[in-house]
């Protein structure tokens, strides 16, 4: 008990020795309490208190209350304006003047970076109302009066004076931060430590700061040697940005003393040859090479890239003696498309090194401004972030923040007020840092890795800078922007501010700079004069590397047999179809386990779904990892795979494909987000760092595939004669007119098949569970990788016809061209082929079925298994076995300006015997893939079946 008869642990006894009023809510009930002890006996008090109080009114009688200063116009609740009479002095209106000073300092911690100094070029403001003392009714006359400070470090109790210096340092100098938005309390307290306690500053050792000039005058000289020596080629100067280099050397440099060994790096084209050279460690002289143009035209290694598209990756020592892999990703011009393929390509990297909370492999992003505000996938990729399939423990974002995109203006670019806005979606540090000031900048990039490192989360770092030409090198920035232009003119670059300050600073002579520029002079010019003295050579050799080593591109033809023996099929069929002891599966899944199970001891009916499930287990027995993400995927848009089984009443999961044996490879089935640009650009990205996992896509409907038509076109299909970069991606795509609609019925086969030459990818469209089964098995079991597209039925999913019997499964090899047998036993009988692929095969059949009977009658019909790379010799062998045959018809479901007809046409024509005639049964040509109405759909349907066999009676 104390002297007042109150227990210790009363807080209202132990308060004043720390006067501390948490969060925004003042206590005033407490401060009463003190007040009312204080007024009987000062000295019964804290003595913090005691002043605060005394100074409240000096000489007043305890009890007064300060009289509040005119604030300019209208004065703040609560303030007495000159025409109000003066409340009486009561408790609560000095409880109030607290609460008003913690208000305060919270408005500096979300809104201080709306004054912070971040543009170089002066834009920054420096008023905003809600960081005015005035505006809190605070006036000169309040600066050395004490103040609760709540937990802004310097003690409980500071001057008014005290405060807004140290709110001032943190939040209003060359750093903006944004990070009240937060709302995980433990990271954003951790935060506001770390920024309050240094003021958000950093001591630099003079070896520090020479090491940042050392970048700031490569990244300089780099550029400028570029300009003089090829002279309006593009190479996206990175000039008034050159304090990226310092950033990214820090992040290098740090990483391994956070446990990081590998950097994988997305970037756009600003600055991306200076990246190449300063950072990654590409050489000059395979730079300046590339700016020579000198490439053999007939490399057999594909027809290139531009120079500011190619990826790169090399080991970098650190100064500190440490490796660190650093790989910057080959990028289409396509801005911020490689983003989720740089995340997918580290997840996957992390997958094969073990590195499961994404502790040592690191996602880095260099951005635009304008792009990041503008361009779609940065929200999606952004979305991928937390989600348990597809995170990686945080990417470090760096914006170059240029304040320009091309010729438009921030204005015209975004309705958001930062470029970074849609990086506060998923709740993470976003910090602003004037460009001009490069110890800033890496005062942010040391904080960004702790963050990341820490939190495994997202962090960004928005550098606030300029472009000091045009957007290339042939471009002239004044038409649009005369006045920026100007001004950008006029000033000096980050080298020549930085190096006055280590001048000013005594940590530099004049000499020291004359000595740096000079020495890297020299190594530029000496790498110049060493590709000028050699003539132009070969290209390098194609030499697959890492986990690449030993596959091949060379091999498309070469065909394999993909069949497991009966024994390995039963007894994945038996766990495929079975439940843990006690698991309560849903009702109607019970019969389906069972099938399963019994399956292939039962000889046949393997449907689609099964096919599959075989497919993925005997290649997860034999060792080979199965990752598919996709909508919906886990059950199956149509109700069809159920990978994953729910306990009724528990909700656990329970994934029988990944219980297969103890000594199976993984296997990982995501529903993905509902995007299919960034997901689909994540599979690739994984699929590129990752040969030896069955990396699978799967459109929830062929037909949305086209949200992700720049990850198909400018990855998937072109990415190896652009980049020689591998990838054995399997897309998924339900595709068959079935009534409906328009965008329930096409994945766009001609636009696949429009994209294929240089044996780039594989599309099938198969027609039986076991040839599915075979194709997703040769993906996985040539040493040649390149992106399968697969057209996957909907209504064969269920559909008797479409099942396969157990012994297709044990014997056998994917087949590009499916005979037809019954005819080829009779061929003189045959006058008409009929060739197609994919469902329609089935009704074409069914109508053959009903003219003819069970024979084959006059027709003989063929599937196309495989449409690229196309099945020449299979296909002219079938031709040549029907020599009597009058017509060969291609039978379509889709429109004629769809669907395979334009591709295949002249490669048929080109088989045909002579008088023989290709004929075309199909939709006519149509705007829109498909009807809406189901009844035209059938009608259509029946059209085309009967254009097949007309003339046949
Ligand atoms: C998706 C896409 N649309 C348009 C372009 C054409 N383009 C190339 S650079 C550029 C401006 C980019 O501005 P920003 O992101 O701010 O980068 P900066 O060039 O300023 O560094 C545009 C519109 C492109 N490359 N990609
Ligand atoms: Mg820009």
Redesign the pocket.
């Known amino acids: 008990m104390d002297r007042e008869g109150r227990p210790p642990s009363d807080p209202l006894v132990e308060e004043p020795e720390s006067p501390r009023l948490s969060g925004f809510g003042v206590n005033a009930a407490l401060v009463e309490e003190i007040r009312q002890r204080y007024d009987v006996d000062p000295h019964s008090v804290h003595e913090s208190w005691a002043e605060l109080f005394e100074q409240a009114a000096p000489g007043a009688p305890p009890g007064a209350e300060v009289a509040a200063p005119a604030a300019e116009g209208v004065a703040p609740p609560g303030v007495p304006t000159e025409e109000a009479p003066a409340p009486h002095p009561s408790h609560p209106q000095l409880a109030d003047k607290h609460a008003r000073v913690l208000r305060m300092i919270h408005a500096y911690r979300a809104r201080g970076h709306r004054v912070a100094d971040t543009d170089p070029l002066g834009g920054s403001s420096d008023y905003f109302p809600e960081l005015d003392p005035a505006h809190y009714g605070f006036g000169d006359e309040d600066l050395d009066r004490p103040y609760m400070a709540g937990d802004l470090p310097g003690g409980p109790v500071q001057s008014l004076e005290q405060i807004l210096d140290r709110l001032r340092r943190t939040y209003c100098g060359k750093i903006g931060v944004e990070f009240t938005h937060v709302q995980d309390p433990g990271r954003k307290d951790w935060l506001r430590r770390q920024l309050e306690e240094s003021g958000n500053e950093r001591a630099f050792a003079t070896e520090e700061r020479l090491r940042i000039l050392e970048k700031l005058s490569a990244a300089e000289l780099f550029e400028r040697f570029l300009h003089t020596k090829f002279l309006g080629q593009k190479r996206?100067s990175l000039e008034g940005a050159e304090a990226v280099i310092p950033a990214l050397d820090t992040l290098v440099e740090d990483a391994p003393a956070h446990g990081v060994r590998e950097l994988v790096i997305g970037m756009?084209?600003?600055g991306r040859l200076n990246v190449l050279s300063n950072i990654v460690g590409k050489s000059l002289e395979s730079l300046f090479s590339e700016f020579e143009d000198s490439p053999d035209a007939d490399s057999p290694y594909g027809s290139g890239d531009v120079k500011y598209h190619k990826g790169y990756s090399s080991d970098r020592h650190t100064a500190s003696g440490d490796r660190v892999h650093l790989s910057l990703t080959a990028n289409p011009?396509?801005?911020?498309a490689v983003d989720p393929v740089v995340v997918g390509r580290t997840r996957a990297k992390q997958a094969r090194a073990g590195d499961r909370d994404g502790e040592s492999i690191v996602p880095v992003l260099v951005?635009?401004?304008?792009?990041?505000a503008g361009?779609g996938i940065v929200a999606e990729t952004l979305n991928l972030a937390n989600l348990q399939g597809y995170s990686t423990g945080g990417t470090i974002h760096i914006v170059?923040n240029?304040q320009?995109?091309?010729t438009t203006t921030p204005a015209e670019a975004r309705s958001t007020l930062y470029c970074t806005d849609v990086a506060k979606m998923i709740q993470v540090p976003i910090f602003h840092v004037n460009g001009d000031a490069p110890e800033y900048v890496v005062h942010c990039m040391k904080l960004a890795l702790e963050y990341r490192q820490r939190f495994h989360e997202d962090v960004v770092i928005d550098i606030v800078c300029y472009?000091r030409h045009g957007?290339n090198e042939g471009d002239e920035p004044s038409f649009t922007q005369p006045l920026l232009y100007k001004k950008i003119r006029a000033r000096e670059s980050v080298r020549q501010l930085y190096q006055q300050k280590l001048l000013r600073l005594g940590i530099l002579e004049p000499a020291d700079l004359k000595r740096i520029e000079d020495d890297l002079g020299a190594q530029l010019a000496q790498a110049l004069e060493g590709i000028e003295s050699r003539p132009p050579g070969p290209d390098e050799p194609y030499d697959p590397r890492g986990p690449w080593t030993g596959f091949d591109r060379n091999e498309p033809d070469k065909d394999i047999e993909t069949g497991v023996s009966v024994e390995v099929l039963a007894q994945v069929a038996e766990r495929i179809g079975t439940a843990p002891t006690g698991f309560a599966v849903h009702e109607k899944l019970k019969r389906l386990l069972d099938k399963r199970s019994k399956a292939v001891a039962e000889g046949g009916g393997i449907d689609w779904a099964m096919g599959e499930a075989l497919a993925f287990g005997t290649l997860l027995v034999e060792g080979t990892a199965v990752r598919l993400s996709g909508q919906d995927s886990c059950r199956g848009t149509f109700s069809q795979r159920h990978a994953v089984l729910v306990d009724q009443e528990s909700g656990e999961e329970h994934f029988p494909l990944d219980n297969l044996s103890p000594t199976q490879a993984r296997f990982e089935c995501y529903d993905s987000l509902l995007s299919e640009a960034a997901v689909l650009g994540f599979e690739y990205g994984y699929s590129v760092a990752d040969p030896a996992t069955l990396t699978m896509w799967e459109a929830q409907f062929g037909d949305f595939a086209n949200g992700a038509q720049v990850i198909i076109d400018q990855f998937v299909i072109a990415a190896h004669v652009k980049w020689q970069r591998m990838s054995g991606l399997v897309m998924l795509l339900p595709h068959g007119f079935e009534g409906q609609g328009p965008e329930h019925s096409s994945a766009r086969i001609e636009r696949f098949l429009q994209s294929c030459a240089d044996d780039n990818i594989q599309v099938v469209n198969c027609t039986t569970p076991a040839q599915y089964f075979h194709v997703l098995r040769r993906q996985m079991r040539r040493n040649f990788r390149s992106p399968l597209v697969v057209f996957t039925p909907k209504s064969l999913l269920r559909a008797p016809v479409a099942v396969s019997p157990s012994e297709a499964f044990t014997t056998g090899r994917f087949r590009r061209v499916i005979p037809d047998e019954v005819a080829e036993a009779a061929p003189d009988t045959v006058r008409r082929v009929i060739l197609c692929s994919g469902k329609v095969y089935y009704d074409l059949q069914a109508e053959r079925v009903k003219r003819f009977g069970e024979g084959s009658g006059p027709v003989a019909v063929v599937r196309l298994e495989q449409l690229y790379p196309w099945p020449e010799q299979g296909l002219r062998r079938v031709i040549e076995a029907f020599p009597g045959a009058e017509r060969v018809v291609w039978a379509q479901e889709e429109p004629a300006n769809m669907g395979p007809w334009t591709f295949v046409r002249e490669r048929i024509r080109g088989l045909l015997l002579p008088d023989q005639q290709l004929v075309y049964a199909g939709r006519r040509e149509s705007a829109s893939p498909a009807p809406g109405s189901a009844r035209i759909h059938r009608k259509q349907q029946a059209d085309l079946v009967a254009a097949a066999f007309d003339g046949l009676a």
């Open positions: 996206f756009a084209h600003r011009s396509h801005l911020e951005h635009g401004d304008a792009a990041f361009q170059v240029n320009i995109g091309f472009r957007h």
